[in-house]
């Protein structure tokens, strides 16, 4: 190719469509890409690889995105992680219960450090003979 030209390349990014209106259609644009892998390019590999990918992690990767997810969908799964009003209860209970063995175990270790300080310092007849001694 002579210096002067400039290669064309082509960006067909316009022409791809990049947004999903729900999950099951991205769905069916992945498996697609993973047909037309093994299929037309003949890199089974590569379609493995794209099988393998969750739904989002592709998504991602090709820099596509879905636009309307399903409200229901992202309804029923805010509704399962939200708690109720006894779950909250039993944790703040067994939180309490934990406070309170760490509160005691604190109070054990406290008294164990008192114990071995007063192991370290020397008593006050040791400290008078060593000044008799000295004198």
Not at 97 to 115: G, P, V
């Amino acid at each position: 190719m002579p210096s002067n030209v400039t290669p064309y390349i082509c960006d067909n990014s316009h022409a791809m469509k990049r947004t999903y209106r729900s999950e099951a259609q991205a769905e069916a644009a992945k498996e697609k890409a993973a047909r037309f892998a093994a299929n037309v390019l003949g890199d089974p590999d590569r379609a493995t690889e794209i099988e393998d990918l969750s739904l989002d992690e592709w998504l991602v990767e090709t820099g596509r995105r879905i636009d309307n997810p399903n409200r229901k969908t992202r309804r029923s799964n805010n509704m399962a992680s939200r708690k109720t009003p006894a779950e909250y209860a039993a944790e703040i209970r067994a939180l309490k219960e934990e406070r309170n063995t760490l509160a005691e175990e604190n109070d054990q270790l406290n008294e164990l450090l008192d114990e071995i300080q007063g192991l370290a310092e020397p008593e006050e007849d040791e400290e008078e003979e060593e000044e008799d001694d000295d004198d």
